[in-house]
């Protein structure tokens, strides 16, 4: 999937997780992602679709275009940058997502957090592998 030995090569933050962690981590956030979707574009408000979905797809291609960055191009200053874009985008998702469904948007709250999370890991990474 990914050169393992560029990746365990880098200084990583004490608070980085097992590589495990993140098997069982994101199919959870993405399902999460998923429901949080499925119930705010089945709110009448939202019917066939509105802005804060255009938001969510956003979020969404930062989100996934984030692996190729990092993993397979070994760019994390540029993976880094894909990651704030990810996390504005998405904190611009669930603020929308609240006036529209309470529901949608506790649902985005782990992903949210995770992310922010994940930018500081990244940004560990940037700053002490330079």
């Given at each position: 999937?990914?050169?393992?030995?560029?990746?365990?090569?880098?200084?990583?933050?004490?608070?980085?997780?097992?590589?495990?962690?993140?098997?069982?981590?994101?199919?959870?956030?993405?399902?999460?992602?998923?429901?949080?979707?499925?119930?705010?574009?089945?709110?009448?408000?939202?019917?066939?679709f509105?802005?804060?979905?255009?938001?969510?797809?956003?979020?969404?291609?930062?989100?996934?275009?984030?692996?190729?960055?990092?993993?397979?191009?070994?760019?994390?200053?540029?993976?880094?940058?894909?990651?704030?874009?990810?996390?504005?985008?998405t904190?611009?998702?669930?603020?929308?997502?609240?006036?529209?469904?309470?529901?949608?948007?506790?649902l985005?709250?782990?992903?949210?957090?995770?992310?922010?999370?994940?930018?500081?890991?990244?940004?560990?990474?940037?700053?002490?592998n330079?």
């Amino acid at each position: 999937m990914y050169n393992k030995i560029w990746y365990e090569s880098l200084n990583k933050s004490s608070l980085t997780p097992p590589s495990w962690i993140f098997g069982v981590v994101w199919p959870i956030l993405y399902l999460l992602m998923f429901l949080s979707f499925f119930i705010v574009q089945q709110n009448p408000r939202c019917v066939p679709f509105c802005k804060p979905l255009y938001f969510f797809l956003i979020q969404l291609v930062f989100n996934l275009l984030w692996t190729t960055l990092f993993f397979k191009m070994k760019q994390p200053k540029l993976a880094l940058l894909d990651l704030i874009l990810t996390v504005i985008f998405t904190f611009i998702t669930v603020y929308q997502f609240k006036s529209i469904s309470k529901i949608g948007f506790y649902l985005l709250l782990p992903y949210l957090i995770w992310i922010c999370f994940a930018l500081y890991l990244n940004s560990y990474i940037v700053i002490k592998n330079r």
